[in-house]
């Protein structure tokens, strides 16, 4: 059901995730990045345990923290890679967060992986092998909905990234 990579991936944000909910109820360290945006010590400390995790590989790398490494960008495989998506979340207290990480072979994706530590939900996808909920202990396929009445959708927002918009 998956590969070698998307196991090793699961494993490497579960890893980073055990970290991130050891600094949660701390007094961690908050810096404000050049955009204005925060980001703290469990953003970097999850980084760097990813990348660490990821080295074996030898592909490029493209890290919301660290910057990128895109020596392979136009012909080989790149990492894309999310830490700590929801920061003001995390700082929040709102359990809301996640580690991303994905993989593109000449920009086209090919795996993705998406942990959530507070819940120890795992989403996980690969090209040609469809996507899946990891969550107590049983793998769930995921399926794209069948609904086709706009007033039956149902529609999720983040409370922080909120666009008015984005409002019909």
């Known amino acids: 059901m998956m590969?070698?990579?998307v196991k090793d991936v699961i494993n490497i944000a579960k890893k980073a995730g055990e970290?991130?909910?050891e600094i949660y109820d701390t007094d961690y360290k908050k810096y404000e990045k050049r955009d204005k945006s925060p980001v703290t010590e469990a953003d970097l400390i999850s980084e760097k345990i990813i990348l660490q995790g990821l080295k074996k590989y030898n592909y490029g790398f493209l890290s919301e923290e660290k910057g990128d490494n895109l020596r392979n960008l136009?012909?080989?495989k790149n990492w894309v890679i999310d830490p700590l998506d929801?920061?003001?979340d995390f700082i929040q207290k709102t359990g809301e967060f996640s580690i991303?990480?994905?993989l593109v072979c000449r920009g086209e994706p090919i795996l993705g992986v998406v942990y959530q530590p507070t819940e120890d939900k795992v989403y996980f996808a690969e090209k040609g092998r469809g996507a899946y909920l990891a969550y107590k202990g049983a793998i769930r396929k995921l399926r794209v909905s069948q609904i086709s009445k706009m007033e039956e959708v149902r529609l999720l927002s983040s409370r922080n990234h909120f666009n008015p918009m984005e409002v019909c």
């Open 100 to 102: 991303m990480v994905g």
């Open 19 to 21: 970290k991130i909910l």
């Open 86 to 88: 929801g920061t003001l």
């Open 74 to 76: 136009n012909n080989g």
């Open 3 to 5: 590969s070698k990579e």
